[in-house]
């Protein structure tokens, strides 16, 4: 805080000091010298040192902070040292040696704080790797012109200047830190160094471009505040060569707007839309050309045809009917370019939303709806990429990528009825320029997007469900004639061939007979084994004989291990259920306690299940190794998805905390018995 303060105080007395002796020197004075009123520079020094200081009080280490205050310091030192410059020589007081060279050959030095500002900004570092060494260069290139001007002798610079030295100077001593070198090696050397200043100063601007591609977060979002004060400096300047009267005008809020941009670029980069006011101040720049370029022709031509006497004023009324006329398409059509432009097409939701849902109706499967999403949304939003993935029911995934995909990234998941149906990926700076109506576009257009993809991926895997339950009812048609006909159709008809020899052999040799309906007997119990197994592969006949709850802790205690504790709950009034959530819930807990036996490596297990209103929820939790994140899904935990999602249900396996493994799956019981 003192340093701050202390910053500040310093560049206000410079600043007062300087339109006090400003006040005391004539003009006609101050024009034989040549030497601009010194508070003139005060202006832009203030306008850096403030928001210097208020960077400083926020980030008392943050070089940024620093290098603001020390330029604005030099901006008020420099006008300060002029204004004593002026007034020592027009009262005869001491130091006018001192102030010419601080104005003269240390006000030189202000070009080098724009290159160090780029080259730093926003972080306060350097750049690493090469381009360190390449920041070096420019900034050497930038810096030599000022550090030659230091030490040039005042004969070569006024020499350089074209012009004679004023009169008051004359008896100075203006040579305290010149370098006796041979006169002939100055001018060569004072030109190459100033051809090496733009060199240095474009070398700084490749460093902030490089920075600006490579950077996210707030750190871009600070670039982009750099760049509107770039294009608000660059509109000062324009306005400077077509107007010179304002150059001593708007110099100084030009640079304090900059300083100002800075600030709010490290505090409070959110503070306003960067893009909608980068676009509005090249919207009313082009308006402002637009006006003027109407204003010269029309008085260009109205002067070659009315003369000189009625051109003025006509030319005026008439420029003005025009302005009024075109400004209001022109003013619309150029802030739907520029918009465009700076936005994308996502300044336009109606034609984004009508576009995609065009291409969507054309798309011939939902692959190609993602990605015609995914093609919207990079096209729309400017995005170097866009990933967008859909989950189906039996844990599919469609996914599409628009564009070269990158590291890093950021996901943003697709809800729809509270649910997560699926993520869309994009560069993890993409949402760093946007305002909460571009997020609304996108979360609106990918959603009904991706719900519309997701519909038809569901009515795709639905038909394909549609296809397994036919094929697999005929496989089961044939398997259970095949069983009839190659298994238990033989050995009856062996058992009856068998009571037929018996009864042959009865009479004629007993033993034989006897030991032929101990075969039969056998056979017939065979058969019957194989009809209970084809009623088992049918419906469990626990089922009908103990119910779901019971049947469920018969299977617990089948797979019960040593080391492992099952326990199975759950209320008596489950039953009666339908028969197709019966079975699948018995499926279900049976298949889940398998993997839990064999792979969980576990200790303990509880298994629950209930009524929650309308639906039988059946849950199977271990304390095991859980699965590891990207283990792909096996034939087991599929099956259990396709089961509840026969019903309608739903089914998730999940490793809350890392450990163990949680089953949890919901079937409706309005399903068809």
């Not at 993890?428 to 993809?453: F, K, M, N, P, Y």
């Not at 039988?616 to 990207?630: A, Q, S």
């Amino acid at each position: 805080m003192k340093k701050a303060t202390g910053v500040l105080v310093a560049a206000v007395a410079l600043t007062v000091l300087a339109a006090i002796l400003d006040a005391r020197v004539p003009a006609a004075h101050r024009e034989i010298l040549d030497v601009d009123l010194g508070w003139t520079a005060g202006i832009p020094g203030l306008g850096l040192v403030i928001p210097g200081a208020i960077l400083l009080y926020r980030f008392p280490r943050q070089p940024v902070a620093w290098l603001l205050c020390g330029s604005g310091l030099h901006w008020c030192l420099d006008g300060a040292a002029g204004s004593w410059l002026a007034y020592a020589t027009y009262s005869g007081r001491p130091g006018a040696a001192a102030a010419f060279w601080v104005y003269q050959r240390l006000g030189a030095a202000l070009l080098i704080w724009l290159p160090l500002l780029l080259l730093i900004y926003p972080t306060g570092k350097l750049p690493e790797g090469r381009w360190r060494v390449f920041a070096y260069a420019s900034m050497a290139a930038a810096s030599l012109a000022p550090l030659l001007t230091l030490i040039v002798p005042s004969g070569v610079a006024q020499a350089r200047d074209g012009a004679p030295l004023p009169a008051p100077f004359r008896g100075l001593d203006l040579d305290p830190a010149s370098l006796p070198l041979p006169d002939g090696w100055w001018p060569p050397l004072l030109a190459g160094a100033w051809l090496l200043l733009p060199l240095g100063v474009i070398g700084s601007f490749v460093v902030v471009v490089r920075r600006y591609r490579a950077a996210d977060g707030d750190d871009r979002l600070a670039l982009r505040w750099l760049t509107w004060a770039a294009v608000v400096d660059v509109l000062v300047i324009v306005s400077q060569v077509v107007v010179p009267e304002l150059a001593g005008v708007t110099i100084g809020p030009a640079i304090a707007l900059t300083g100002g941009a800075i600030a709010v670029a490290l505090v409070r980069p959110r503070l306003l839309d960067i893009d909608r006011l980068l676009g509005g101040t090249l919207l009313y720049a082009a308006m402002a050309v637009t006006v003027l370029a109407v204003d010269a022709c029309v008085l260009g031509a109205t002067g070659a045809l009315l003369g000189e006497r009625l051109a003025e004023r006509d030319a005026a009324v008439l420029a003005l009917l025009l302005v009024m006329a075109a400004y209001g398409p022109l003013r619309h059509r150029l802030w739907l370019a520029i918009r465009r432009l700076t936005l994308g097409r996502r300044d336009d939701p109606y034609r984004v939303i009508a576009g995609l849902a065009e291409q969507m109706e054309r798309a011939p499967s939902p692959a190609a709806e993602l990605d015609a999403v995914a093609a919207t949304v990079a096209t729309a939003f400017r995005s170097s990429f866009v990933t967008v993935e859909v989950d189906g029911l039996t844990g599919t995934k469609l996914c599409v990528t628009h564009g070269e995909k990158t590291r890093p990234f950021r996901e943003l998941p697709i809800t729809y009825r509270g649910e997560t149906v699926g993520r869309v990926l994009l560069p993890a700076h993409a949402r760093v320029w946007w305002s909460t109506r571009d997020e609304r576009l996108l979360g609106d257009v990918v959603r009904q997007a991706a719900v519309a993809a997701r519909s038809a991926l569901l009515a795709q895997e639905l038909q394909r469900s549609r296809e397994q339950i036919v094929a697999a009812r005929e496989e089961e048609r044939r398997r259970l004639r095949r069983d009839l006909h190659d298994g238990l159709g033989p050995a009856l008809g062996g058992v009856g061939l068998r009571i037929d020899a018996a009864r042959n052999l009865a009479t004629r040799n007993p033993a034989e007979a006897d030991k032929a309906l101990k075969q039969a007997r056998e056979d017939l119990t065979a058969a019957v084994a194989d009809v209970r197994r084809l009623v088992h592969d049918l419906r469990p006949p626990a089922l009908d004989d103990v119910g779901l709850l019971d049947a469920v802790r018969q299977q617990a205690a089948k797979l019960r291990a040593p080391g492992l504790a099952i326990t199975v709950e759950g209320r008596d009034d489950l039953d009666p259920l339908p028969a197709a959530v019966e079975v699948a819930a018995y499926r279900i807990a049976s298949e889940a306690l398998t993997n839990v036996a064999r792979h969980a490596g576990a200790s303990t297990c509880r298994v629950r299940l209930a009524l929650d209103g309308n639906e039988l929820v059946v849950e199977v939790i271990d304390d095991g190794v859980g699965i590891r994140p990207g283990t792909a899904s096996g034939v087991g935990l599929v099956s259990l998805r396709e089961r509840a999602a026969e019903l309608g249900g739903d089914c998730r396996i999940e490793c809350p905390d890392g450990r163990g493994t949680a089953v949890r799956a919901r079937l409706p019981m309005g399903a068809p018995a």
